[in-house]
C-alpha cells in the first residue's frame, strides 16, 4: 500500500464535505421530532387561529356595553367564561382577564373599567395565514416547533433520516483496558450527533447497509496496519495522516460499495478529536445539521501563553480560572483523554501558529456553558 | 376554593427548589449513559496506565541504542512494532512514530535521531493513581466521561434515577385546534431535561406513582378552573398566579401523596414559559441537573428599545440582526408561540424593570447558538 500524504485539517474536513450530504426523509410522528431536521418546509393548512378567540383565560364580552364603566361605576355586562384558544362567542369582541372583573353572575361580568374591541383577542390567521410557510426546510426541531406544529395540527412530519453508522472496533488488546475501550464514547457522540449506531467486524465492514463506516484503532501509518489495509484492499484509502494533534493517524476513503470510511486513532483521546472534527462532522451532515463543532464558542482571555507546534492544527485542553479568564493544561497528545475530563474546553490552534501570548484574545469552546450561565441567573 | 396571591418569578422558583432534589440512584451500562447524572463518586480501580506503555503507535526501543543516530548515520536498533496503549516491551524505553524511521527489517528499525528515554511513553499511572478520584458525583456524563469511564473498565455506573413525569392535558376543546396541542411540546421538553413521560387523565392525576405531576391547561384564575380546582381537592394549592408574562396563571402545589404538583396554562406560549422557567427547573432537578434555563446566553447589545411592563417578569423575544445586535419582536403574550419561531432567543426583564433604552447592554439566551459558532470557525 502506498501511504498518500498528511494533509491538513482544512483538507480532510472538505474531504468530509465532499463526501456527505443530508440522508433522505421519512415521516415521522410529531412527538418524536425533537432534534430532528425538517426535510421539507411546513405550511400551515389553515389560518392560525382558524377565528377570532381568546388570547387569555377570561370572559368574552362586547367591548361597546363597557362605556362608561369605572370604579366608582361598575358596569353589569354580558359576558361568558372563555378559554385561552376558544372561539369569541357571536356577539363579542373583546376578552376581559378574571382579575379585571369584581364578579360574575347570572352571565353578566360586574367591569371597572372599559375595555377597547380586541383586547386580549387573537385574530384570524394572525400567527399565520393559510399556505403561510411555518417551518422551513433544514430547521432542527426543537420544543417550540413541535408545539407550533400541533398548533397548526400536524402530527406526523417529515424528517432527515437517521444516519446510520456502523462501527469497527479494530487495533489490538491492551493490557489493563478493554480492547473496544473507545466504544462507549463513539456511541455516545454518534448519539449526541443523530446517528444510530451498529456495531461489526473488520471482516464486514464495508459491506452495503449502512450509510458511513468508523473504524477505531489500528491505524498507525505503518505498511501493516489493519484499518487502512484492510480498507486499501476493500476500496480505497485516500487520505492517510492529517496535521492534527491529537490524532494524526486518521484516514479517509470509500469501500467499494461506495460508502464513505473513516478511520480513527485507537488512543482514545485522538480518537475523540477525530471524531469530533471530521467523523462527527459528517454524521451531522448526514443528518441534516451543521457540521460545525458542537460546543458554544466564547471570547477568551488566555492568563498564560498557550504553546503549540507550527504545521499541525492542536487542540489545546483549557481551564476556566474562577476570574473568567483560561488557562493551558497538559496537552491532550502527552496527558491522554484524562485532561478533558478536567478541562472546562479547549482551544483549536490552527496549524500556521505557534500558539499565543499570555493576555491573547482568543475563541474557546467550552464543554458545558451551562454551568457558567447558571452563576449569571438572577 | 381561596385563590392564594399572584408571587413573584424568584419565590415561585424557590418554591420548585424546596419542592424537588436530585432522585435515587440506578446502575445502568455505560453505553447508556450519556446525559445522565452521576450518582457518587468513581474512582479509578487500578493505575491508569496499569503499566508504562505506549503512547502513540510506533516502534518501542531502547533510548541508549539511539546514541549517535543522524541523517548521515542512520542506527539500526533493536525494535518492534507497538499500539497506543500496549505496554512497554522489557528492554524498551521509548517509542518512536513510524514517520520517524526510514524502515524497518528483521526486528529492527532505521533510527536518523536520536531518542531520548521516556519519549512517547505514558507512564503507568498518570491519568490516575489506583483509587484516585476520576469523575466526581454530581458530574452530567458526557462523551469524554464515557470514554474514561471504559479506560478504568468500568462497564456500569451509578446513576440518579430519570423523573417520571406524569402528564394531564386538562382544559377545554380549541377551535381549529387540538386539545392536547401542548403534549408533544412538553413531551419533548421533558425528555430534554432527562425525564420520562406518562400520561394521564385529572381523575387518576393525584396518585402515586410519579415523581412530579404537569397538567396543562384549565389554570385560569377563575373559581370554576377544572385544575385548581381538582388540586385543591386532591390535595392544596400554595401558589396559583405568578407575576410572569407569558404565563400568570401558573399555579404550584402538593398532591395528598407528598407529588408536588404544577398547573401550566394551557396558551402554548404560556406553557412553554412556565415550564422553562418552573416545570422544566422542577424535572431538572429532581434528575440532578442544573435547575437554570438549558440556554447559551451572551452579552448583547439591543439595537432599539425593549419595553415591558414593571410588576412582571417578562420573558421578551428577540431576533439577532446580521451585526450581531438584537432587536426585541412583538411580546409572547401578543404573538402567541408563533414569535418563538421568529425569533433567535429572548430576554428576561425582571419585574422591578420597565425595560431597557436602545443600546443597551443585556444577557441574551439564544435558541441555537451553534448557527453562529458556525460563522465563527475557521
Not at 59 to 88: D, F, K
Not at 255 to 275: D, I
Request: aromatic letters at 4%; glycine letters at 12%; a negative charge.
Amino acid at each position: 500500500m502506498s501511504a498518500p500524504a498528511r494533509v491538513s485539517v482544512e483538507r480532510a474536513a472538505a474531504w468530509v464535505d465532499a463526501a456527505t450530504r443530508p440522508l433522505g426523509s421519512e415521516k415521522i410522528a410529531l412527538a418524536g421530532a425533537a432534534d430532528r431536521v425538517l426535510a421539507a418546509d411546513v405550511s400551515s393548512p389553515r389560518a392560525i387561529p382558524s377565528a377570532d378567540c381568546a388570547a387569555i383565560d377570561g370572559y368574552a364580552v362586547r367591548a361597546a356595553h363597557s362605556l362608561g364603566a369605572g370604579p366608582y361605576n361598575p358596569i353589569a355586562v354580558p359576558g361568558g367564561r372563555i378559554e385561552w384558544g376558544e372561539v369569541l362567542p357571536s356577539g363579542t369582541d373583546a376578552v376581559v382577564a378574571i382579575d379585571h372583573t369584581d364578579m360574575e353572575a347570572d352571565g353578566r361580568v360586574l367591569l371597572v373599567e372599559p375595555v377597547a374591541a380586541g383586547v386580549n383577542v387573537a385574530r384570524a390567521g394572525t400567527a399565520a395565514a393559510a399556505g403561510a410557510l411555518l417551518i422551513a426546510e433544514g430547521t432542527r426541531l426543537a420544543s417550540r416547533h413541535i408545539g407550533m406544529l400541533a398548533l397548526a395540527g400536524r402530527d406526523r412530519v417529515p424528517v432527515v433520516r437517521r444516519p446510520r453508522v456502523r462501527l469497527v472496533i479494530a487495533g489490538r488488546a491492551r493490557a489493563g483496558s478493554p480492547v473496544d475501550v473507545n466504544r462507549a464514547m463513539l456511541q455516545a457522540l454518534i448519539e449526541r450527533d443523530g446517528g444510530e449506531t451498529t456495531s461489526a467486524g473488520l471482516v464486514e465492514a464495508f459491506g452495503p447497509g449502512a450509510d458511513i463506516v468508523l473504524v477505531a484503532g489500528g491505524t498507525g501509518r505503518g505498511g501493516e496496519d489493519g484499518a487502512a489495509v484492510a480498507l486499501s484492499a476493500a476500496g480505497r484509502v485516500e487520505i492517510h495522516g492529517v496535521a492534527l494533534s491529537p490524532g494524526d493517524t486518521a484516514g479517509f476513503g470509500y469501500a467499494a460499495s461506495g460508502l464513505p470510511v473513516l478511520l480513527l486513532p485507537g488512543a482514545p483521546a485522538a480518537c475523540l478529536w477525530n471524531y469530533e472534527l471530521f467523523a462527527g462532522r459528517a454524521i451531522r451532515r448526514l443528518a441534516g445539521r451543521h457540521g460545525a463543532l458542537p460546543y458554544a464558542s466564547r471570547s477568551a482571555v488566555s492568563a498564560r501563553k498557550i504553546v503549540s507546534a507550527i504545521g499541525v492544527t492542536e487542540i489545546c485542553p483549557i481551564r476556566r480560572l474562577p476570574g473568567g479568564e483560561i488557562e493551558p493544561l497538559a496537552s491532550f497528545a502527552e496527558a491522554g483523554l484524562r485532561v478533558a475530563i478536567d478541562a472546562t474546553g479547549f482551544v483549536i490552534v490552527p496549524e500556521a501558529s505557534e500558539g499565543y501570548p499570555a493576555g491573547a484574545d482568543l475563541i474557546a469552546y467550552l464543554f458545558d456553558e451551562h454551568d457558567t450561565l447558571a452563576e449569571r441567573r438572577p
